[in-house]
């Protein structure tokens, strides 16, 4: 069987390299919150990362293969730490680059979710041709603690969250944070939209991209992902990425991003009564 080569772009970057560079952002960004939260976990051990931030939310307590010659032991003691912690989290494996380590977790009792699809890592490069703003939308830098409050109440109606929840993980310590930045999106000077970015070398990471049910299919949600790749651009960073939801895959492609790596998650069963 002839396996195709892959894709290449005009600077010799190929769809391998772009995933690679998704990997190592998408880890970057859950440490990043973790490092901020007391309590919070990051170890990077063995080509392992273990990153916990806690609270019910599985995204933000993740254990991730960093490198492909980490040992299975080193995988198994991040599943360990996890369940030791009493966190609920779960664990994100590559479909391709992360196959061997399958049989391994479901030996430790970890399932993948039913209906799980597989979470979507894109990528774009070059950066570039984002759409003009929507008339309406007037997109804001978080710049202190009210603007980041902005942020977490979109965020929160904005994915069906408890504000409280996401504040306690979207502190105000994060403002400070190299790298690091928030966005609220007003139309007549009420909040309706928000995004974030996360930067890693020269890679930036679209993140929290909500809008409020009553404000969808307005243009808004691409709008805030396009400042962010914007901005980021502006700093000098050549590649994009992000994890795209049912409801944003459509947008991103049509941005210009493209999937590089598909992720499969595993977990622990919830209870019967749960």
Do not use: C, W
């Amino acid at each position: 069987m002839i396996r195709a080569l892959p894709r290449q772009y005009r600077d010799g970057v190929d769809d391998r390299a772009l995933a690679a560079r998704e990997h190592e952002n998408f880890i970057a960004s859950i440490g990043m919150v973790a490092a901020h939260r007391q309590g919070g976990l990051v170890r990077h051990r063995d080509g392992i990362a273990v990153l916990a931030a806690g609270g019910p939310l599985r995204v933000f307590n993740q254990v991730f293969v960093e490198s492909s010659a980490a040992p299975d032991a080193a995988l198994a003691d991040g599943v360990a730490t996890m369940r030791a912690g009493g966190y609920r989290f779960v664990v994100h494996l590559r479909t391709g680059d992360d196959d061997a380590r399958v049989p391994l977790l479901a030996g430790l009792g970890l399932v993948e979710p039913e209906a799980d699809d597989g979470l979507p890592g894109m990528a774009l490069h070059p950066i570039g041709g984002m759409p003009p703003l929507p008339p309406a939308l007037e997109i804001r830098k978080v710049e202190d603690a009210a603007g980041l409050a902005e942020h977490v109440r979109v965020t929160a109606l904005g994915f069906g969250l408890d504000e409280g929840m996401v504040h306690g993980l979207l502190g105000s310590a994060l403002l400070d944070v190299p790298g690091v930045r928030f966005y609220v999106g007003y139309v007549d000077g009420v909040a309706v939209a928000g995004g974030a970015g996360v930067a890693s070398g020269t890679t930036i990471g679209v993140y929290n991209i909500a809008t409020l049910e009553s404000a969808r299919r307005r243009g808004y949600g691409a709008a805030l992902t396009a400042r962010v790749v914007e901005d980021g651009r502006a700093d000098g960073h050549e590649v994009a990425v992000l994890q795209a939801s049912d409801l944003g895959l459509p947008i991103y492609e049509r941005l210009g991003f493209r999937t590089v790596v598909r992720y499969r998650a595993f977990v622990d069963p919830d209870p019967p009564h749960a």
